[in-house]
């Protein structure tokens, strides 16, 4: 039970975590609902939101909200453990109470992405956020032209979603590329770093927008390769992640110039990055 | 409007005392060899000559506040500590910040802005601020270090402060600035100032007068987003600074915070505290990227922020009231006004070379 004001700012909602994914080593998804059934029921983001994640006596993180509005039995995060409130989040099952506030942020422009051909490039848990945004098509298929995928981890072993590939690899309207760092003498996929691979897919720039989202290094790189498929900056798409508290623009921790990464993204066009002070 | 009130020197720590019999009376008293906002009582040593030490803004946004409580205990028949209470804490208390000067006063409104933006209210500041009178004394005597009149203030101004003390021969002037000042002053046993205000008036003109000129330090916006990637200009400005953030923690425009938990057993409080731009950690990652690496980056977001990020989101308005605090408790003396206004002089000086 909470005292809801709807008011206030930092009173997350109590939910329940409902199931436990194991996906890799270090990340793990939950899925999970909220306790009083109208919050859930009247619960509304974009593709592309994100929430605070509450383990009280911890404290809070910022986490994409991975699943899609379009299937709201659940609300998904998936989380990489590297700190002290990610291992606390690894240790909870289902039944276990959290705090969410959420949706936060801006959200993917995926009404302007109507009609255009997306090009998704994810690395490691950066596929959670273009997860996403990828079911929120392949439920909308009509509204998108040709969809791709290519995501790349280091090792087999450490692609999130591996339950769902196998779908994303068979279906006939979307084409889907693997990558690995390291393979094993059992992986089909490709080998190697994913701006290489991406440039050999060549996917044409005309009429689509390419989202990316990763660790930077592979982010600055994927731009590059974007680039030389002629890809402008306006029609790449990416996440940017920054510490956040408030998560609504007030605690001040999260801004580049006048920009605040909580409420003005976490999205951004490349066009607006550049745009933006040199501070990333 | 209602007619002015008048206090007497010798009624007036009487006065303060009743009025912290009903509700909290924050005021600038001595407390080991400083001058600090603390509550009010009997025992206290008023002081009321210059700038207190630290600002005023512990008064709505405290150094340390309890947002939620949480209460953990045991599911019936399950082992895992599943069930689990949250619980709100607002402030409830009423409260008159006495001798708030104009500047600290002026640095709450800047606070509004932000706390209290439309769509995203922060209960617990806005909670305080209605729950507050803030009463402002204006300053006679302004140290060296004062700057309002630079940054859109003065020593006898208004902004953000309920009721406006001014000191008169024997006393104080009391006028109402808003309705709620107003409707509290009219609850108050307190005399008409009669044919007082004229001699308030004069007072503030004269001191308002007397503080040295300088140019304005608003309208910097441009000037110090064009020196952005001049490392430098920063390097050069921060190469003394020691990142102990005394200049943001003194600061009645710095609002900046943490959220903590801290628990017990199985009962626990979320905090909010102060959290100051100048340290390494407010902007450290989980990949151990920091965006704001070196001190000469973290003085680029202060200032940056001050003069040029907020005024371009709040309609020019300066994150900076000009008190000074900054400057007198640095211990390696930076000069804020000083930056900014070689931040102007040096990103002129270079457009009128890109001009040439
Ligand atoms: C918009 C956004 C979306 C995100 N989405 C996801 C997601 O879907 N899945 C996921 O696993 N992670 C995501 N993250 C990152 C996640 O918020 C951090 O990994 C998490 O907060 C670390 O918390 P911790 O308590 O375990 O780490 P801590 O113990 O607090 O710290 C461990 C290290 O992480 C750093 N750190 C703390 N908070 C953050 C932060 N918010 N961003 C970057 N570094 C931080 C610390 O400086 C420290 O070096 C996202 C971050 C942002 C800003
Ligand atoms: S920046 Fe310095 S002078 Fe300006 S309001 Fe803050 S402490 Fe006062
Ligand atoms: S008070 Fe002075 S030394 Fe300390 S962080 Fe501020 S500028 Fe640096
Ligand atoms: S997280 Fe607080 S301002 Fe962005």
């Given at each position: 039970m909470t005292s809801t004001d709807a008011s206030n700012l930092y009173l997350p909602d109590m939910g329940t975590i409902q199931e436990v994914i194991e996906e890799t080593a270090n990340i793990k998804t939950f899925r999970i609902t909220l306790n009083n059934p109208d919050a859930m029921r009247n619960f509304r983001f974009e593709p592309g939101q994100v929430g605070q994640l509450s383990v009280f006596g911890v404290g809070e993180s910022t986490f994409v909200i991975n699943s899609t509005p379009t299937r709201m039995d659940y609300l998904q995060f998936s989380v990489m453990r590297v700190g002290e409130l990610t291992e606390k989040l690894h240790k909870l099952r289902p039944g276990d109470q959290v705090g969410v506030r959420a949706p936060l942020g801006n959200s993917f422009p995926y009404k302007e992405m109507r009609g255009k051909d997306i090009v998704f490039v994810g690395g490691g848990i950066g596929m959670a956020p273009l997860r996403t945004l990828l079911l929120y098509m392949l439920d909308n298929r009509d509204d998108y032209g040709k969809i791709t995928l290519l995501y790349g981890a280091r090792s087999p072993f450490d692609m999130a979603f591996s339950y769902e590939l196998p779908d994303w690899l068979e279906r006939e309207d979307m084409t889907t590329e693997l990558t690995v760092d390291n393979g094993t003498p059992d992986w089909p996929h490709h080998v190697g770093l994913i701006p290489n691979v991406l440039k050999e897919m060549a996917p044409s720039a005309e009429n689509a927008f390419a989202v990316t989202c990763g660790p930077p290094i592979m982010i600055k790189f994927t731009i590059e390769a974007l680039h030389t498929l002629g890809f402008k900056d306006e029609q790449i798409i990416t996440t940017l992640e920054k510490r956040m508290k408030c998560g609504v623009g007030i605690c001040g921790r999260c801004n580049i110039g006048t920009k605040y990464v909580c409420k003005d993204g976490p999205v951004f066009t490349n066009k607006q990055l550049k745009e933006l002070p040199n501070e990333l | 409007m209602l007619t002015a009130r008048y206090i007497a020197d010798d009624k007036l720590m009487p006065w303060l005392l009743s009025l912290a019999e009903t509700r909290q009376v924050l005021a600038p008293v001595r407390q080991g060899g400083q001058t600090l906002f603390a509550p009010l009582d009997a025992d206290s040593q008023l002081d009321l000559e210059g700038l207190a030490d630290a600002s005023a803004k512990a008064a709505l946004l405290p150094r340390c506040e309890t947002l939620l409580e949480f209460h953990y205990s045991k599911g019936?028949?399950?082992?895992?500590?599943t069930e689990l209470e949250v619980r709100e804490t607002l402030p409830d208390r009423d409260a008159f910040l006495f001798g708030a000067r104009p500047c600290d006063a002026k640095g709450f409104t800047v606070f509004d802005r932000v706390y209290d933006g439309g769509s995203r209210r922060d209960i617990y500041y806005c909670t305080r601020r209605d729950k507050t009178i803030v009463a402002a004394l204006a300053c006679t005597d302004p140290a060296d270090t004062c700057f309002c009149n630079r940054v859109g203030g003065g020593p006898g101004d208004t902004d953000g402060s309920d009721i406006l003390f001014t000191p008169v021969e024997g006393g104080y002037v009391i006028e109402p600035v808003t309705e709620r000042g107003e409707a509290f002053l009219a609850e108050q046993p307190l005399v008409e100032a009669e044919g007082r205000l004229e001699e308030a008036r004069q007072v503030r003109k004269d001191v308002a007068e007397s503080m040295p000129g300088g140019d304005p330090l608003g309208g910097a916006q441009g000037e110090v987003l064009r020196l952005f990637d001049d490392q430098e200009f920063w390097g050069g400005v921060a190469a003394k600074c020691l990142s102990c953030g005394a200049c943001s923690y003194l600061c009645p425009t710095c609002y900046c915070f943490n959220m903590t938990d801290e628990i017990n057993g199985d009962d626990g409080v979320r905090v909010r505290t102060w959290d100051n731009c100048m340290s390494f950690q407010f902007t450290l990652e989980g990949s151990g990227h920091n965006p704001r690496n070196g001190k000469a980056q973290r003085m680029r977001n202060r200032i940056g922020h001050k003069f040029s990020y907020y005024p371009e989101l709040h309609d020019g308005n300066l994150a900076c009231v000009g008190c000074g605090r900054c400057i007198v408790h640095c211990p390696v003396s930076m000069d804020v006004r000083a930056i900014v206004a070689q931040a102007r002089d040096r990103a002129l000086a270079k457009q009128e070379h890109a001009n040439d």
């Open positions: - | 019936e028949g399950v082992p895992s500590r």
